[in-house]
Nanobody, 127 residues
């Protein structure tokens, strides 16, 4: 059984930084994808980034490109989302999600492609 456990988040002022973590357990190999989504109040959940941990390259939504960085520490089975230059509009509940997908699939934007989800963590950015 795959489990994703999130940590990090909290309250920060605009312009500040936070780092989210997603620790995975139970995947059958080291070749899996972790994505990050967020859901702001009254809005649909949106994809913001994903990484295939065996590849190490991150993919980003335009709204966060240049400010957020996704990375993985395979020894710790943990994927990080470093969030810099945070804006009030980044306020949301953030979720990590996991999937084991064919190797030609690298950008994974839709929720239905993910099989496993973290518990969510709240990020609040004050102006």
């Amino acid at each position: 059984e795959v489990q994703l456990v999130q940590s990090g988040g909290g309250l920060v002022q605009a312009g500040g930084s936070l780092r989210l973590s997603c620790t995975a357990a139970g995947f059958s190999s080291d070749d899996y994808t972790i994505g990050w989504f967020r859901q702001a109040p009254g809005k649909a959940r949106e994809w913001i980034s994903n990484i295939r941990v065996s590849e190490g390259k991150g993919y980003y939504a335009e709204a966060v490109k240049g400010r957020f960085t996704i990375s993985s520490d395979n020894a710790k089975n943990t994927v990080y989302l470093q969030m810099n230059y945070l804006k009030p509009e980044d306020t949301a509940v953030y979720y990590c999600a996991g999937a084991e997908l064919p190797q030609f699939i690298v950008v994974v934007r839709t929720e239905i492609e993910y099989d496993y989800w973290g518990q969510g963590t709240r990020v609040t950015v004050s102006s």
